[in-house]
C-alpha cells in the first residue's frame, strides 16, 4: 500500500513538468483558433474598424469557384503526399530490412535511413529553390537532359503550363514525403522477431507474400499513424505548394492553405481568410473524429473476437 502511495505521488509531480506546455498551447493554439474564429464574422481588411457581418465570408468563399477548385488540387495532393509515399515507404523500408540486416549486416541501415531521409532535414525554402532550377524551362537540368537524349520536343515550361505543374508539384511531394513514411516503418520492423521471417523463408513464402502476410499486418500500428499524419499534411499542404509554383499558374496548384493565405494577404480580407482556414481546421477535425471513432469500434471488435 505505501509502494502504491510513493508510485502516485511521483506520478502526480510529473504534472508540473507537463503544464508549462499545456499552457502554451492553450494560449497560441486554442487562443488563437478562436480569436481566429471571431474574425471570420467580420468585414476587416486587417487594419482600421471591423464591420461584424455574421454568416456572410462563409456565404461568399461556398460560392467562390476558386474555393472548390482548391478543394480539389487538395483532394489530389492526398495521393502524392500521403497514400504513395505509405505505399512506397513501407515497401522500400521491408527491402532495405530484408537486404541490409539479412544479407550485408544492419550496418548499412543507417546509410539508407539518412538517405531516404535526407528531403526531411534540407529547409523546405532551399529545396524549392532546387526543384524550380531543374525544372526551369530555359536551361534547366530536366530540360537539358531531355535534349541531351534527343527528347526536345518533349521539353516544356514545366512549372508554367497548368498540367504539368500540377505534376511537378505532386512529384515534389513524393520526393518530400517518402523518407518520412520509410524511417517510420523501418523502426516498426526492429520490434520484427526474425524468426518469423525465418520461419515464412522456411515454409517457401517469397518476399512479396512475406510482405503480404507477415511484415504488412505487423506494421499496422504505423501504417495508421503515417496515413493519418500525412493525409493531414496534404489537407493543409502550404510550404510545398508556396515555394515552387506560389499556387500558380492561374490557381492550377492553389492547395486550400495557399488560397486562405492569398486571402489574407494578396485580397486584402482578413474575415474571407479567417473563414477560409476556420473551415479548413473544422473540416480536419471532422476527419479526425471519425477516423478515431473507426479506430476505436475496429479495436472493440478485434478485443471481442479474441
Known amino acids: 500500500m505505501a509502494a502504491r502511495t510513493s508510485v502516485a505521488r511521483r506520478q502526480k509531480g510529473y504534472g508540473w513538468f507537463l503544464y508549462p506546455g499545456l499552457g502554451v498551447l492553450v494560449v497560441f493554439f486554442f487562443g488563437m483558433f478562436f480569436w481566429n474564429v471571431g474574425i471570420s464574422f467580420l468585414k476587416w481588411p486587417g487594419y482600421g474598424p471591423a464591420k461584424w457581418v455574421g454568416l456572410e465570408n462563409f456565404r461568399n468563399i461556398l460560392d467562390n469557384q476558386d474555393f472548390w477548385e482548391s478543394w480539389i488540387h487538395g483532394a489530389f495532393y492526398v495521393i502524392p503526399y500521403a497514400l504513395i509515399p505509405t505505399l512506397l515507404g513501407l515497401v522500400l523500408a521491408v527491402a532495405t530490412y530484408d537486404a541490409f540486416v539479412g544479407k550485408f549486416g544492419s550496418r548499412l541501415v543507417p546509410v539508407a535511413r539518412t538517405g531516404f531521409f535526407l528531403p526531411q532535414i534540407v529547409p523546405i525554402a532551399v529545396s524549392g529553390m532546387i526543384w524550380m532550377w531543374m525544372l526551369d524551362g530555359s536551361g534547366g537540368a530536366l530540360n537539358t537532359f531531355l535534349e541531351q537524349l534527343g527528347m526536345g520536343e518533349v ?13 511537378a508539384v505532386a512529384f515534389f511531394m513524393l520526393w518530400l514525403q517518402t523518407g518520412f513514411a520509410y524511417v517510420v516503418f523501418l523502426a516498426g520492423l ?4 526474425p524468426s518469423v521471417l525465418e520461419a515464412s523463408q522456411l515454409d517457401g513464402a517469397n518476399w512479396w507474400q512475406r510482405l503480404r502476410w507477415v511484415t504488412g499486418p ?16 496534404a489537407l493543409k499542404v502550404f510550404a510545398p505548394v508556396f515555394y515552387l509554383t506560389g499556387g500558380g499558374p492561374n490557381g492550377a496548384t492553389m492547395s486550400p492553405s495557399t488560397f486562405a493565405i492569398d486571402s489574407f494577404f494578396g485580397g486584402a480580407s482578413v474575415g474571407i481568410g479567417s473563414a477560409l482556414v476556420t473551415t479548413l481546421a473544422l473540416i480536419i477535425g471532422g476527419l479526425l473524429g471519425i477516423t478515431f471513432v473507426i479506430v476505436r469500434l475496429r479495436a472493440r471488435v478485434v478485443n471481442r473476437d479474441a
Not at 521539353?155 to 505534376?167: K, M, S
Not at 493519418?228 to 499534411?233: A, E, H, K, T
Open 155 to 167: 521539353t516544356t515550361e514545366w512549372l508554367r503550363e497548368p498540367d504539368t505543374a500540377l505534376l
Open 190 to 193: 526492429s520490434r520484427l522477431d
Open 218 to 233: 505487423s506494421l499496422r500500428p504505423e501504417s495508421f499513424v503515417v496515413l493519418l499524419f500525412l493525409i493531414v499534411g
